[in-house]
């Protein structure tokens, strides 16, 4: 099981990416997925969560500024980041609570992690 992130890259403060993370390889069921960062010298938080039905929990620091959302179908979640800040610098990293077969317990797979740099 692999989990790709991509999307990041350098944008001035007040602008938009929409980072992308697909699980591939056998993969049973996901459950969870979700988003985390990791800016220099701290560590790392979490950004958002999607539960499989839909449900989503968010930072307070990305209330209102950012959207997580699923493709199910393409195992596949994504997180919609607007008006974003200086402070949003960080590694993004997605991850997913999935099971590779129907015997296969639930366990945690995290992605490589994709740098967000927000600078002018």
């Known amino acids: 099981v692999q989990l790709q992130a991509s999307g990041g890259g350098l944008v001035q403060p007040g602008g938009s990416l929409r980072l992308s993370c697909v699980a591939s390889?056998?993969?049973?069921?996901?459950?969870?997925m979700g988003w985390y960062r990791q800016a220099p010298g701290k560590q790392r938080e979490v950004v958002a969560t999607?539960?499989?039905?839909?449900?989503?929990n968010y930072a307070d620091s990305a209330k209102g500024r950012f959207t997580i959302f699923r493709d199910n179908a393409k195992n596949t979640v994504y997180l919609q980041m607007n008006s974003l800040k200086p402070e949003d610098t960080a590694v993004y990293y997605c991850?997913?609570?999935?099971?590779?077969?129907?015997?296969?317990?639930?366990?945690?797979?995290w992605g490589q992690g994709t740098l967000v740099t927000v600078s002018s």
């Open positions: 991850n997913a609570n999935l099971r590779r077969n129907f015997l296969d317990s639930y366990n945690l797979y």
């Open positions: 390889g056998s993969i049973f069921s996901i459950n969870d």
């Open positions: 999607n539960s499989r039905s839909g449900n989503t």
